[in-house]
């Protein structure tokens, strides 16, 4: 039985808890400027998740893991490279873990029932079914991961590239603890198949529209103009992936 899922208290948890200048994730314009994105995870969640409270390890900034929380007293840890947000993340009372996927094996063995993985493999320069098995060692047998990150194929890359304009940063290996920018975007079929090497099962890549316009104000025009473009799946901003841990994965490593 799937959880009831109410917009309207979405929206009062994220206005409360999350736009908030204090969270130095972006700050208060970033949450509101991606509020659909994080809305439609948290949907999503609602509708796989069991009524009971779970284990949730989001991995990134803590948003998805505290909305939860608070919604649905779900057990949230979050786990990300240091910094700010996540001070802010633990005087919520959400535990904190500092981990660099790119260097270390994960710190949890079947401990989560689902985990987030949203908007982070495009920051990671190295091979994304690596990190994939990594997080899927973190789930308990029969574990979701929902991830989210850019499609390759969206109208914005398509411009950027007519124009000559850099679509990601430089590929290298990351420097002590900071963190890239985006060293690399999938198309459906190569995110699909990180997946299946990183040994997931059910796994499922759905293109998405979630709505927002360019930071830079030289491409909102554009970004207006091609809108209807997005009726095209492949061209839409985002990919949605959910998969399952085998339901007979080792619980001690």
Sequence with gaps: MSRAWKPSEFDSVYERFICKEEYQFGGRAYHLRYRSRYKECVRRFAEMAPANPVDVLDVGGGQLALICS????????????????????????????????????????????????SEVIEH???????????????????????CTTP???????????????????HFRYPDGEVALSHVLEYSRAHLDWQFEKAGFTGCSVEYSQMHHLPTNRLFVPL???????????????????????????????
Excluded at 126 to 143: F, S, T, V, Y
């Design 70 to 117: 608070r919604l649905w007293n779900d057990r949230p840890v979050v786990s990300d490279l240091p910094g700010p947000h996540l001070d802010y993340i633990a005087s919520q009372g959400v535990k904190t873990i500092h981990w660099n996927l790119c260097k270390s094996e994960p710190p949890f063995v079947s401990e989560f029932d689902f985990i987030f993985f």
């Design 124 to 146: 990671l320069p190295i091979p994304g079914h690596i990190i994939l098995e990594r997080l899927k060692r973190a789930l308990r047998p029969g574990g979701v991961i929902i």
């Design 151 to 169: 499609n390759l194929y969206r109208l914005r890359n398509l411009v950027y590239m007519a124009v000559g304009y850099p679509i990601f940063d």
């Design 223 to 253: 970004a207006l103009l091609g809108y209807p473009l997005h009726i095209v799946p492949h061209w839409r901003d985002y990919l949605i992936a959910t998969a399952y841990a085998p339901a007979d994965t080792p619980r001690n490593g």
